[in-house]
């Protein structure tokens, strides 16, 4: 008999997590003026919100902890981070932020000005928060398959050159900063890109003399996805095609809190001195000095610990199958899905789930408050809530796809966990027709209102 797979960890410290009543939830949601923002760690079973920030060390990022270096210029800290960094990255400049917006805010600082335009896919939004913040506009060139949730395409999250050929004959050159890639891509589901695409958008963008930046985040699960689905990568090792990647960019963006699973940190690599010098003013203006840019000696021990860990094989074949495991039993209910199964997160398809449902009242939301009620579970909505206001018209953007997340923190859960879950929203999914009502706006900020916006019943 073959051996059925397991973790490529075990558990050395647990923490407590409490089940809730229905009536309990009920009261808790409503309070929360229904966003899942509001709510308290402690009123949520399992906590599916995001896969940022909220993963387990390891006992060895644990004790690099204890060896972190404090000192305020040119700590040993930054120093093994940078060896790493370039290991894994290739990019021999780097510059350590508090978390991956703020990687974004110095970098854009230098490179967006007002009237720009920032060709990618699905950017984040964070991302185009710091595009649109700067009057400068984000237009995406994700392929069309992304945005069919059943199409079964290997790297959804690739660009479409043809998109982007246009964008860039379209705009005189000093218009274009810069591409911007999103690995794995977030926003169309953690959907890979192919390392054929990044080379194509490179070679293209190239042409036009414009550089490419990655949005790197989740980099280590798009290698994984190479390695899975791109015949050439079969034998290659994760670094290996991770440094492969990376020589497609020109500078990069990174939330250290997913593929560098620690809590908190981010970064910006950079293969040009002077592009790192010039952010280097904004570092230190915004984030600190440029041998810690708002991280402690300590965080930078653990996130270069946790590099490391995130570019192996058997923690990235855990962390893969365990989304798949989410995904696998969803779809044996019949629970409409995104496919392929992202590398971070399950997709449900909202619109499917809940058609009764008019898009004024916010789709994806209503099921995420659903699944609240329904288990004590968190998830959240990548809908038209999280998609705000069109700058310009201020009107609500409908995006094509309504989704509710659920995205798995690395080596947290359980596949109990995963089961638990996948039978709640199966629960809901039973009795779909019965959710008659969506949700209204009461409250909103001018952007990102996803964290605070508040609501009520429509
Ligand atoms: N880029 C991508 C692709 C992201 O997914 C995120 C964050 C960021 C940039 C910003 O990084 O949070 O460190 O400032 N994504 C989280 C999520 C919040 O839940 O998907 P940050």
Known sequence: MELPFAESYKIKMVEAIRKSTRKERELWIRDAMYNVFNLSSRQVYIDLLTDSGTGAMSDLQWSAIMQGDESYAGASSYYRLKEVIREITGFRYFLPTHQGRAAENVLFSVLVKEGDIVPGNSHFDTTKGHIEFRKATAVDCTIEEAFDTEAEHPFKGNIDLGKLESVLTSMPREKIPFVIVTITCNSSGGQPVSMENLRAVHKMASRYNIPVVFDAARFAENAWFIKQREMLYRDTDIRDIAREMFTFADAMTMSSKKDGIVNIGGFIGFRDEELYKKASVYNIMFEGYITYGGMSGRDMNALAQGLIEATEFSYLQTRI????????????????????????AIFVDAK???????????????????????AGVRSSEIGTLLADRDPVSGENRYPEMELLRLAVPRRVYTN?????????????????????????????????????????KA
């Open 321 to 344: 199958n365990q989304v798949a495991w989410l995904g696998n039993r969803l779809r044996e209910f019949g629970v409409p899905v995104l496919q392929p199964f992202g590398g971070h």
């Open 352 to 374: 499917k789930f809940l058609p009764q449902i008019p898009k004024e009242e916010f789709i994806a939301q209503t099921l995420v408050v659903e699944l609240y009620k329904e």
């Open 416 to 456: 109990n966990h995963m089961d638990f879950v996948a039978v709640a929203l199966n629960n809901i999914y039973e009795r779909r027709e019965d959710i008659r009502k969506g949700y209204k706006i009461i409250r909103e900020a001018p952007i990102m209102r996803h964290f605070t916006v508040e609501l009520e």
